[in-house]
């Protein structure tokens, strides 16, 4: 067991406890989202820091795409698994985005969060994954499926086997 503390460069307390490989990867990964984030990106350190294992990040559509100056929230939630395991990664709020890949309860159909995850990935690369998934949407429309999954899905959608058919969107 190691003893860790984490200073944030935004006011708040440090974080303080014993350390586990998975916490010393989510406190790298907050440090670097925090020092560099992508633009639009910010990481809500209050919430991370309440909890290493549930991070809410703050994203904005970028410039010239179809949601310019739109703003949404992502809630991650990493398992005892992580890096092994991907983390849980969903829309909240009132602001999901319409989007052929995004259905209205947040749950995003996007590989990177399933079959091809890969503990290489990072929270950063899945960022910049989901705003190039976001800024290369041609029409706002929710999946063909989207009534039907919302009614009948898991409340992780971890849980669901997604078939990747259409990445032209």
Same mark, same amino acid.
């Given at each position: 067991?190691? @003893?860790?503390?984490? *200073?944030?460069? =935004?006011?708040? +307390?440090?974080?303080?406890? &014993? ?6 990867? @989510? ?5 670097? /989202?925090?020092?560099? &984030? ?11 820091? =309440?909890?290493? =294992? *549930?991070?809410? +990040?703050?994203? *904005?559509?970028?410039?010239?795409? /179809? ?6 929230? /992502? ?6 698994? %992580? ?6 990664? $969903?829309?909240?709020?009132? #602001? $999901? &985005? ?6 209205? #309860?947040?749950?995003?159909? @996007?590989?990177?969060?399933? *079959?091809?995850?890969?503990?290489? /990935?990072? +929270? ?5 994954? $989901? ?14 499926? #989207?009534? %039907? ?6 409340? #992780? ?11 032209? +969107?």
């Amino acid at each position: 067991m190691y @003893l860790f503390v984490v *200073e944030f460069p =935004t006011p708040s +307390v440090p974080l303080r406890g &014993p350390c586990l490989p998975q916490q010393k990867r @989510l406190q790298k990964e907050l440090m670097s /989202l925090l020092k560099e &984030p992508p633009a639009g990106v910010t990481v809500d350190v209050d919430t991370a820091h =309440t909890k290493l =294992t *549930e991070w809410v +990040v703050h994203m *904005e559509g970028a410039a010239g795409t /179809l949601y310019e100056g739109e703003k949404f929230q /992502l809630q991650f939630k990493f398992s005892p698994k %992580y890096p092994f395991d991907s983390p849980e990664v $969903i829309f909240v709020g009132d #602001n $999901i &985005p319409v989007h052929p890949h995004i259905y209205s #309860n947040g749950h995003i159909c @996007l590989s990177i969060l399933t *079959e091809d995850w890969s503990p290489a /990935l990072s +929270v950063q690369a899945i960022c910049l994954s $989901i705003i190039s998934m976001l800024s290369s949407c041609k029409e706002k429309k929710r999946p063909p499926d #989207n009534s %039907y999954y919302v009614k009948t899905c898991s409340a #992780n959608p971890k849980k669901t086997k997604w078939w990747y058919h259409d990445d032209t +969107v």
